[in-house]
T-cell receptor, first 110, second 113 residues
């Protein structure tokens, strides 16, 4: 089992604050993805990172893949209420079968 | 393009019954994967179908089965339902088997009483 642990599990912050969510594993992944899921909906893909050490930016969101391809982080700058949701990381093995993290529930308070 | 659709959106069943859930992938996508999402276990992979063949299977009992039709639509079946089967069942479609880009449907919320 390729377990992905996310931290923190819950996060409640004020609008305008910065935050970082972590995704850690003892397994090496060929790629790692981040999703956001809103209540009553399926997860929506935010980004895919493939190369160890890779950094991708998507507006106020910055994603980093660890050098050893075992961990990743998601940093949000100046959080907005629209960022509220469940953030999930998912690692893919060499067969591109996905293992999802435990999830981080983010609430941004206006 | 229309997104992934799942029917029904909500379902209530009794222990011991069976249930069939349906997933229509994005047009042109030939791979469909199924996941179970629960508060305790998170999102867990059930199986993947591509060109009507099961390509990968997660660690679930044989009560969980699926199939894919020639038009890429997929169904999953759960027989002899247990209380622990209550969950959100999500399907995701992608163009090919093993693609990194998968798109999820809204899910079917199954409640077993």
């Amino acid at each position: 089992t390729q377990l992905l642990e996310q931290s923190p599990q819950f996060l409640s912050i004020q609008e305008g604050e910065n935050l970082t969510v972590y995704c850690n594993s003892s397994s090496v992944f060929s790629s790692l993805q981040w999703y956001r899921q809103e209540p009553g909906e399926g997860p929506v893909l935010l980004v895919t990172v493939v190369t160890g050490g890779e950094v991708k930016k998507l507006k106020r969101l910055t994603f980093q893949f660890g050098d050893a391809r075992k961990d990743s982080s998601l940093h949000i700058t100046a959080a907005q209420p629209g960022d509220t949701g469940l953030y999930l990381c998912a690692g893919a093995n060499t067969g591109n079968q996905f293992y999802f993290g435990t999830g981080t529930s983010l609430t941004v308070i206006p | 393009k229309a997104g992934v659709t799942q029917t029904p959106r909500y379902l209530i069943k009794t222990r011991g019954q069976q249930v069939t859930l349906s997933c229509s992938p994005i047009s042109g996508h030939r791979s469909v994967s199924w996941y179970q999402q629960t508060p305790g276990q998170g999102l867990q992979f059930l199986f993947e179908y591509f060109s009507e063949t099961q390509r990968n299977k997660g660690n679930f009992p044989g009560r969980f089965s699926g199939r894919q039709f020639s038009n890429s639509r997929s169904e999953m079946n759960v027989s002899t339902l247990e209380l622990g089967d209550s969950a959100l069942y999500l399907c995701a479609s992608s163009q090919t088997s093993g693609s990194r880009e998968q798109y999820f449907g809204p899910g079917t919320r199954l409640t077993v009483t």
